[in-house]
């Protein structure tokens, strides 16, 4: 049914233009169909895409998503992280095939294979890369922030595949151009690896949470950088948290130990959380952060009862004086682009830090790290302390266990750092 609807609402679509510019024609004899330059920012990026030959594509994305994420829109209190990511993909590929004047229905194998390479290295820089964070409608911004990584690029392949195939299906396109272009590898390895801190990077962390001001907004971020740390959560599924979705489970006696245990040790505290693939998953949560949440929503004036806050978010947005956004009955949530500039405000009062006291690799460290940055850290500190590798990979909800083999074989890469100070001593005879 829902495909039948979908294919009307295409030919619907294709009937509302009865005159259609080939665009394939002018780009194959070799005559530019836009001879003035191309510039982004201040809305000119909306206006070549309102052209009359792109508003029949714009319309096919729109209707892609509505069939891809609707049900995902039907929870309204929470924000549609997949509708967003698959937005930005279609909206970056159908600028790109904008400037070079070709569109979604005459685009070619050659144009994706072109594309991927593309976005490897967005070129020229000036007219393509800005600022993360601009408003889309100030001169800053601009489709990319920079090169993307060999995961990136995957993402981006996968999601232009399928939007192809449904639009293939609609019938709006005469084929799926992506179905020939192979995804670049994901160095997931040395990703992984780099990106998380060491033990005593992390206790620098927890030592510049200590001196935050004694304020909602920071009360809140010192919360979370910990709570991030201990369950590994995405940023996406941080902010889309409500106070309902922590849950106290009751899991009794294991393995028939007859031994007195406390309460403590025959239950604990969950968060319910929506990952990737829209796959459930429980993530423990110390005792420690959900008494702070509670806290946390004593001091917005709410009951420090979680289950009696259904629907209500767990982060929320901060007006100037600290009280409260309106906007919303139960207070506007925390977007993840605010999250993520207060988390990196947080990571570059240590690098700044770090380079007055002269450690130019913790400056480097601190100036590049950002939200996942917590999620590698929960998932090398924890096989550090020896948590086996499958409650690792429940908790951070990796859909392979090779893909949370990384954080072991980074600790491995950490013994054999260290041990080679016993070398170093010269106490066994080979130094």
């Known amino acids: 049914m829902e495909a039948f609807e979908a294919r009307n609402a295409m030919q619907q679509l294709e009937g509302e233009t009865h005159e259609r510019c080939d665009v394939a024609a002018h780009r194959r ?35 892609w998503l509505s069939a891809r994420c609707d049900a995902d829109a039907r929870e309204a209190s929470r924000p549609n992280h997949t509708a967003r990511i698959y937005r930005r993909e279609a909206e970056r590929f159908l600028l790109w ?60 392949v996968t999601i232009l595949r399928s939007m192809f195939a449904f639009l293939q299906d609609q019938r709006y396109v005469g084929g799926n151009a992506w179905s020939g272009v192979r995804k670049p590898r994901a160095d997931t390895l040395s990703f992984d690896m780099r990106r998380g801190f060491s033990e005593r990077q992390w206790r620098e962390v927890l030592d510049q949470l200590m001196k935050l001001e004694d304020a909602p907004v920071q009360r809140q971020l010192a919360w979370l950088v910990r709570f991030l740390y201990h369950t590994g959560l995405r940023l996406s599924e941080a902010v889309r948290m409500n106070c309902d979705d922590f849950v106290w489970v009751d899991v009794g006696r294991e393995g028939g130990c007859d031994d007195a245990r406390s309460n403590a040790d025959q239950g604990g505290w969950v968060v319910n959380v929506i990952g990737k693939g829209h796959k459930a998953r429980e993530v423990p949560v110390p005792v420690g952060l959900v008494e702070g949440l509670s806290e946390l929503l004593a001091g917005r004036g709410h009951t420090p009862e979680l289950h009696k806050n259904p629907g209500r978010p767990v982060l929320v947005r901060f007006g100037r004086g600290g009280g409260l956004q309106s906007g919303q009955g139960e207070g506007a949530r925390l977007s993840g682009h605010s999250l993520y500039r207060q988390l990196k405000k947080l990571f ?21 790290a950002s939200t996942h940055w917590l999620r590698h850290t929960c998932g090398s500190h924890s096989a550090a302390a020896g948590v086996p590798l499958d409650v690792i990979r429940e908790g951070l909800g990796h859909a392979s266990i090779g893909t949370t083999s990384i954080y072991l074989r980074a600790e491995i890469g950490r013994r054999i ?12 005879g080979i130094g």
């Not at 750092?417 to 066994?428: A, F, T, Y």
């Open 97 to 156: 095939l904008a400037m070079r004047g070709a569109s979604l229905k005459t685009a070619t194998l050659h144009d994706c294979l072109d594309y991927r390479t593309f976005l490897a290295d967005p070129q020229p820089a000036a007219v393509w890369c800005g600022p993360r964070g601009a408003a889309r409608w100030s001169a800053q911004w601009r489709p990319f922030e920079g090169p993307l990584g060999p995961a990136a690029r995957r993402q981006a």
């Open 348 to 368: 570059t009062g240590i690098a700044m830090r770090a380079r007055a006291n002269g450690r130019d690799e913790d400056t480097r460290i601190f100036e590049a």
């Open 29 to 63: 004899g070799g005559t530019p169909h836009h001879a003035e330059p191309i510039h982004f920012g201040e809305s000119r990026w909306k206006l070549l895409l309102e052209r009359e030959e792109f508003i029949l594509d714009r319309r096919a994305i729109e209707l």
């Open 417 to 428: 750092r260290e041990s080679r100070r016993l070398v170093s001593s010269g106490s066994g």
